[in-house]
C-alpha cells in the first residue's frame, strides 16, 4: 500500500529555535498534502493544506508566518515551526491525499516536538 | 459544538466479548465517513470506510444513519490487539472541493484478558 515518511520522528528543540519536518510520499505523487498537529487526548486538528507548485491553505488561527509549508515537488512537503516555544510541543503528522481513491488519505508516522 | 463527537470511553472488554460505540457528526453535507484505528503515540490507519448501506470487514461492522447523524462500529470477538484509539473521521465536501477530514477526539478501547 502507498506509504508516506516523516522524518524526523522526534525532536528536541530549545525556545526559540526552528524546526523543519519533512513529509514524504514515496511510492505515488502527491499533489495534496495535510498538515495535522495533535495534543495529548485530542483529536487531530488540520492545521494546513499543502498544495504542490502553489501555497498552502491555512486552516483559521494557524499562523502561516510562524509555521512555513513549501510543498516544492510531487513527493516532497516541509513544514518548518519557527521560533518554536513551549505551546508549540506536539505530536504533528502529515498525510498524502490517495490520488486513486477519493477522499483518503494516508499518514505519515508523525513527528513529535518537544520545545524546552 | 464540535464537527465529530465521540465517547471518549475507555471501553473496558473482556477477550472475546463484542463491543460498539458511536460517533455523531454535526454536518449534514458530509459526504464520507471512515474509523481509523490509533495506536498510542502512532499515527492514524485507516481500518474501514463506512458506505449507506453498512459494511462488514471480519469482525468489524460499520454502519451509517444518515438520518440521525451518527456512525456505528462494532467489533465482535475481541482480541487484545484491538486496543486502541478509534477515530471517527468525516469527509466534509467544501467550496475548494478538496474534501477535509473531520477527526473525532477518538474512543479508547482496552481489551483485557
Known amino acids: 500500500g502507498a506509504v508516506v515518511s516523516q522524518h524526523p520522528s522526534w525532536v528536541i528543540c530549545k525556545s526559540g529555535t526552528s524546526v523543519k519536518i519533512e513529509c514524504r510520499s514515496l511510492d505515488f505523487q502527491a499533489t495534496t498534502m495535510f498538515w495535522y498537529r495533535q495534543f495529548p487526548k485530542q483529536s487531530l486538528m488540520l492545521m494546513a493544506t499543502?498544495?504542490?507548485?502553489?501555497?498552502?491553505?491555512?486552516e483559521q488561527g494557524v499562523e502561516k508566518d510562524k509555521f512555513l509549508i513549501n510543498h516544492a515537488s510531487l513527493t516532497l512537503s516541509t513544514l518548518t515551526v519557527t521560533s518554536a516555544h513551549p505551546e508549540d510541543s506536539s505530536f504533528y503528522i502529515c498525510s498524502a491525499r490517495n490520488p486513486l481513491a477519493a477522499y483518503e488519505q494516508y499518514f505519515g508516522p508523525g513527528t513529535r516536538l518537544t520545545v524546552t | 459544538r464540535k464537527e465529530v463527537e465521540q465517547d471518549p470511553g475507555p471501553f473496558n472488554v473482556p477477550e472475546g466479548a463484542t463491543v460498539a460505540f458511536n460517533c455523531t457528526y454535526s454536518n449534514s453535507a458530509s459526504q464520507s465517513f471512515f474509523w481509523y484505528r490509533q495506536d498510542c503515540r502512532k499515527e492514524p490507519k485507516l481500518l474501514m470506510s463506512?458506505?449507506?448501506s453498512g459494511n462488514e470487514d471480519g469482525r468489524f461492522t460499520a454502519q451509517l444513519n444518515r438520518a440521525s447523524q451518527y456512525i456505528s462500529l462494532l467489533i465482535r470477538d475481541s482480541k487484545l490487539s484491538d486496543s486502541a484509539t478509534y477515530l471517527c473521521?468525516?469527509?466534509?465536501?467544501?467550496?475548494?472541493?478538496?474534501?477535509?477530514?473531520?477527526f473525532g477526539a477518538g474512543t479508547q478501547v482496552v481489551v483485557t484478558p
Open positions: 463506512v458506505y449507506s
Open positions: 499543502s498544495n504542490e507548485g502553489s501555497k498552502a491553505t491555512y
Open positions: 473521521v468525516v469527509n466534509e465536501m467544501t467550496t475548494d472541493s478538496w474534501g477535509k477530514l473531520q
